[in-house]
């Protein structure tokens, strides 16, 4: 017999044991198995429509928020338990609430620009009860009229 022949026929009798034995189910044994799957639900895992947000040109003296929207997209609550700032000129507020699998909730981050001047990037670390961590960015250009003044000085 040829050699590609024989192949064809091992692999049509291993199709056919893997349908005869998933034939053999049980209506018992196939809500024991849904019921095990249930028991092991994803960890819930947040998902953010963006991560990063430029509020364009500021000027310096200027507070401005935005918020960065996330849903729980995983198969249990999860709920944000820290966020971790790269400067002092921002301010991150969310819920402590429980986020349910499929809901949404923000975090808003606010920008005070007091002190600052030229191109500003900053971060915020999200972590969540699952471990997650996300970072969020936001960017702008400051425009700070006494550093200016300072620079034009010293030409």
Known sequence: MNIRIKSV???IN???IILVCSCHWTSESKGLATHRLTEKKCPGKIVFDQKIHNFGTLKDGEI???SFIFRNVGGSPVKII???KSCGCIEPHFSSNEILPGQS???ELVLNTTGEWGNLIREVTI???EGEKKELQI???I???QFENNLNTQK
């Open 139 to 141: 960017g702008a250009y």
């Open 127 to 129: 972590e969540t009860s």
């Open 82 to 84: 820290k966020a971790e």
């Open 143 to 145: 425009e700070n009229k």
């Open 64 to 66: 401005i928020s935005y």
């Open 105 to 107: 909730s923000a975090v």
């Open 14 to 16: 291993y199709l056919l």
């Open 9 to 11: 026929l091992i692999l």
